[in-house]
């Protein structure tokens, strides 16, 4: 099937820094997506991108969609414990698709 | 209920047995999918259904493999002659519509002996 390449695969950061990661793909996708998952739950959407070139803000979280729709950028300001979680890109490659392809994550640690 | 709902929780099986994993999906939800996590992994997908479409099986890994949906709600995986490399957590998720707002459950995890 079609893939998602995210990176990095993991980060530790300090509290208050900021974080960048981005997924990339030799297919364009027609939506993009940031997923959340915490120890034990399961992922929860964080912001959902359906232009290329759009820029979506979310509190602390910035996402951007490609312009050559095949990346796209999780951008976290100004990092709190809480942001401890995988993070997970998602896309759509067809309009009105159902099926959603996943990334292998970002494994995120915050240290206080 | 409020969200999604699978059941168990956890699940530790012997290597050959068959196993069912349920998924009560939000009321309403008109799609619903089964996703695969394995250690590490990213979402695996397995299938997913759309009202009374036909469903899309393309993810299942093999004919041990199986899901229905009943009355357009509760579904269920079933997992025959189970595996070890069928260990994994198996989540289920439900949407409104096709815009990528997935609603996923806790998950059901499986360990297989």
């Known amino acids: 099937g079609q893939q998602l390449n995210q990176s990095p695969q993991s980060m530790f950061i300090q509290e208050g820094e900021d974080v960048s990661m981005n997924c990339t793909s030799s297919?364009?996708?027609?939506?993009w997506l940031w997923y959340k998952q915490d120890p034990g739950e399961g992922p929860v959407l964080l912001i959902a991108?359906?232009?290329?070139?759009e820029l979506t803000s979310n509190g602390r979280l910035t996402a951007q969609f490609g312009i050559t729709r095949k990346d796209s950028f999780l951008n976290i300001s100004a990092s709190i414990p809480s942001d401890v979680g995988i993070y997970f890109c998602?896309?759509?490659?067809?309009?009105?698709?159902?099926?959603?392809?996943f990334g292998k994550g970002t494994k995120l640690s915050v240290i206080p | 209920g409020a969200g999604v709902s699978q059941s168990p929780s956890n699940k530790v099986t012997e290597k050959g047995k068959d196993v069912e994993l349920r998924c009560d999906p939000i009321?309403?939800?008109?799609?619903l999918y089964w996703y695969r996590q394995s250690l590490g992994q990213g979402l695996e997908f397995l299938i997913y259904f759309q009202g009374n479409s036909a469903p899309d099986k393309s993810g299942l890994p093999s004919d041990r493999f199986s899901a229905e949906r009943t009355g357009g709600s509760v579904s269920t995986l079933t997992i025959q002659r189970t595996q070890q490399e069928d260990s994994a957590v198996y989540l289920c998720a439900s949407s409104l519509g096709y815009r990528g707002n997935l609603f996923f459950g806790e998950g059901s995890r499986l360990t297989v002996l």
């Open positions: 009321s309403g939800h008109t799609a």
């Open positions: 998602a896309g759509q490659l067809r309009a009105g698709s159902y099926q959603l392809t």
């Open positions: 297919s364009i996708f027609n939506t």
């Open positions: 991108l359906y232009k290329a070139g």
